[in-house]
């Protein structure tokens, strides 16, 4: 396994008050963590005041959002050179939640990972198929195709990093995890597509893999001895301090 990451996906569940109380809760319990990165990732409102309160902690912010652009005429939208600026070292792209209610599509993912690394970002690259496209067979070229066309062009080079969050939009909070061994074997395929896409030195030491879709800490544990996994994307989990503890205790 490499450095264990497990990122804590807020999503728009918390007011900015309890962001707060809960980032004081997460800073009190976790923040001597060394061996593994603990990403929190508030709503975009919130980031700059918990980018402050988890300042010279080992805890590490990340966006639930970017634009592919660094400025200009964009309304509503969020600079990733600013995401940069107060203090946000990751940020989470092509969330199912995004392509399902705001449109995302692999174009448009493909050019937020591209600007994420260009401003030091750590893209967190959302994968996964429906339902339907489950039953249907479809998950492997569903796959195939998010990770080839997300990745079009992508250059990771030496300092960049980047993380593949296999989630399974049926598992995201319906508390019907996947099972582990169809994980492992989803990893498998995405690390071949890695594979094709980059030289090996680069998918050993700059990408990392993590499961997410209704963790929690009992489902965590049955994780634990994935060869491929790095780590968890927690939804609902990572709002109660106990469970999300359990869970970065189960890497
Ligand atoms: P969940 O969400 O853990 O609540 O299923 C995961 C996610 O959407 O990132």
Same mark, same amino acid.
């Given at each position: 396994?490499?450095?264990?990451?497990?990122?804590?996906?807020?999503?728009?569940?918390?007011?900015?008050?309890?962001? +707060?109380?809960?980032?004081?809760?997460?800073?009190? $319990?976790?923040?001597? %963590?060394? =061996?593994?990165?603990? !990403? *929190?990732?508030?709503?975009?409102?919130?980031?700059?005041?918990?980018?402050?309160?988890?300042?010279?902690?080992?805890?590490?912010?990340?966006?639930?959002?970017?634009?592919?652009?660094?400025?200009?005429?964009?309304?509503?939208?969020?600079?990733?050179?600013?995401?940069?600026?107060?203090?946000?070292?990751?940020?989470?792209?092509?969330?199912?939640?995004?392509?399902?209610?705001?449109?995302?599509?692999?174009?448009?993912?493909?050019?937020?990972?591209?600007?994420?690394?260009?401003?030091?970002?750590?893209?967190?690259?959302?994968?996964?198929?429906?339902?339907?496209?489950?039953?249907?067979?479809?998950?492997?070229?569903? +796959?195939?195709?998010?990770?080839?066309?997300?990745? $079009?062009?992508?250059? %990771?080079? =030496?300092?960049?990093? !980047? *993380?593949?969050?296999?989630?399974?939009?049926?598992?995201?909070?319906?508390?019907?995890?996947?099972?582990?061994?169809?994980?492992?074997?989803?990893?498998?395929?995405?690390?071949?597509?890695?594979?094709?896409?980059?030289?090996?030195?680069?998918?050993?030491?700059?990408?990392?893999?993590?499961?997410?879709?209704?963790?929690?800490?009992?489902?965590?544990?049955?994780?634990?001895?994935?060869?491929?996994?790095?780590?968890?994307?927690?939804?609902?989990?990572?709002?109660?301090?106990?469970?999300?503890?359990?869970?970065?205790?189960?890497?």
């Amino acid at each position: 396994m490499k450095k264990p990451i497990i990122i804590a996906n807020w999503k728009m569940n918390l007011s900015f008050q309890k962001t +707060l109380d809960l980032t004081s809760q997460v800073k009190d $319990d976790l923040s001597e %963590i060394k =061996d593994k990165d603990i !990403i *929190v990732c508030p709503s975009a409102v919130a980031l700059s005041s918990v980018a402050g309160l988890i300042k010279n902690t080992n805890l590490k912010l990340g966006a639930q959002n970017v634009f592919w652009e660094e400025n200009g005429a964009y309304t509503g939208e969020t600079s990733p050179a600013v995401l940069q600026e107060i203090g946000c070292q990751y940020t989470i792209v092509g969330h199912s939640e995004r392509r399902k209610y705001l449109g995302e599509t692999n174009l448009m993912v493909n050019k937020k990972v591209n600007i994420c690394l260009e401003n030091n970002l750590t893209p967190i690259l959302c994968i996964g198929e429906t339902k339907d496209e489950r039953h249907e067979g479809l998950t492997d070229n569903v +796959l195939y195709h998010q990770l080839k066309e997300c990745l $079009d062009g992508v250059n %990771i080079v =030496d300092n960049e990093d !980047i *993380v593949i969050a296999y989630e399974p939009v049926w598992a995201i909070g319906s508390g019907d995890i996947a099972e582990p061994e169809e994980v492992a074997r989803v990893f498998e395929l995405i690390q071949q597509v890695l594979i094709d896409i980059y030289p090996l030195t680069v998918v050993k030491n700059n990408v990392r893999m993590v499961y997410g879709g209704s963790v929690d800490s009992d489902g965590a544990v049955g994780f634990s001895q994935l060869k491929l996994l790095d780590g968890f994307l927690v939804g609902g989990a990572s709002l109660e301090i106990n469970k999300f503890k359990e869970i970065v205790k189960s890497l």
